[in-house]
């Protein structure tokens, strides 16, 4: 029997129940976060959480137990015998039930809180093949920095990606590449990282940001720029890196080959620093 949150309570996912009323329901109002569980401890849980907290300042969704996100996160881990497995924990608030108006609630109302965590593992045939992109114009929205639960303009080019067989997709914006719809892009050019800098056109990765400081402590150049959709030639490398998949190869964007279109040597030594940056993680190491 699943366990989840919801509202303070601990329950049967049987016996949650959201209100239709819901904003979350009614408007995608409502934002979200994802962390992942590694058999015994969580990976970077205070980035999360400080990404978790940022998403309610910027929507102004104002929940009181906000500095319990961390605690609800274990506790529902345990509470479903996860506690030995891989695992995900995804995490999501509404601003509330009310009657339907594009204006916030007045007087407010109690946010909807949901929670819950269930088995996860990496698909570790695509972070040793790599995979393909699908190249396609970034049709969202310009706060791309919460992490809204408003997805409809990644689901529908996700679903364009997946029906042509590939794993993800490349937005370009203005000419440039911004991100993937569930994970932010990286290039390789002469042994140095590109990636589009942290601004509102893109979310601000907990793995991204764990794999530049990682590339950074070990002397890999890191070049915060967006790489312009016409230079995808000259790259050497690609991957794209999530917290759900951690970090995939791309052998292939649109119909660009990347590089010699195998995993490259850069992103294969990142992936064995993320790995090593993982496994300091464990306090029983």
């Given at each position: 029997m699943e366990t989840v949150y919801l509202n303070g309570q601990y329950l049967s996912k049987d016996d949650a129940f959201i209100s239709p009323d819901d904003r979350g329901f009614l408007f995608g109002d409502s934002i979200y976060e994802v962390t992942r569980w590694y058999g015994g401890y969580f990976f970077d849980l205070p980035g999360h959480a400080d990404r978790f907290r940022r998403s309610l300042k910027e929507t102004r969704i104002e929940w009181d137990d906000a500095d319990k996100f961390e605690q609800i996160s274990l506790d529902l881990i345990h509470r479903n015998d996860l506690g030995s497995e891989c695992a995900i924990v995804y995490f999501q608030v509404t601003r509330g039930v009310a009657p339907r108006n594009h204006a916030f609630p007045d007087p407010p109302v109690?946010?909807?809180?949901?929670?819950?965590?269930?088995?996860?593992?990496?698909?570790?045939?695509?972070?040793?093949?790599?995979?393909?992109?699908?190249?396609?114009?970034?049709?969202?929205?310009n706060r791309c920095d919460i992490k809204s639960t408003a997805l409809l303009a990644n689901v529908m080019p996700y679903q364009e990606a997946h029906d042509r067989g590939c794993a993800e997709v490349c937005f370009v914006r203005e000419g440039l590449v911004t991100e993937g719809a569930h994970s932010n892009i990286f290039f390789v050019k002469n042994d140095a990282i590109h990636t589009h800098p942290e601004s509102n056109y893109i979310l601000s990765g907990i793995t991204r940001s764990n794999i530049l400081s990682a590339a950074r402590e070990n002397g890999i150049s890191v070049i915060e720029e967006a790489v312009p959709a016409d230079m995808l030639s000259y790259m050497h490398e690609a991957f794209f890196a999530n917290t759900t998949g951690?970090?995939?190869?791309?052998?292939?964007?649109?119909?660009?080959?990347i590089g010699s279109g195998t995993p490259g040597p850069v992103t294969k030594n990142i992936q064995r620093l993320f790995r090593d940056k993982i496994e300091a993680a464990n306090p029983i190491r």
């Open positions: 109690k946010p909807t809180v949901y929670g819950y965590a269930r088995r996860h593992s990496i698909n570790t045939l695509a972070c040793e093949r790599g995979v393909n992109m699908w190249l396609t114009p970034d049709p969202r929205w951690e970090i995939v190869p791309v052998l292939k964007i649109g119909d660009q080959v």
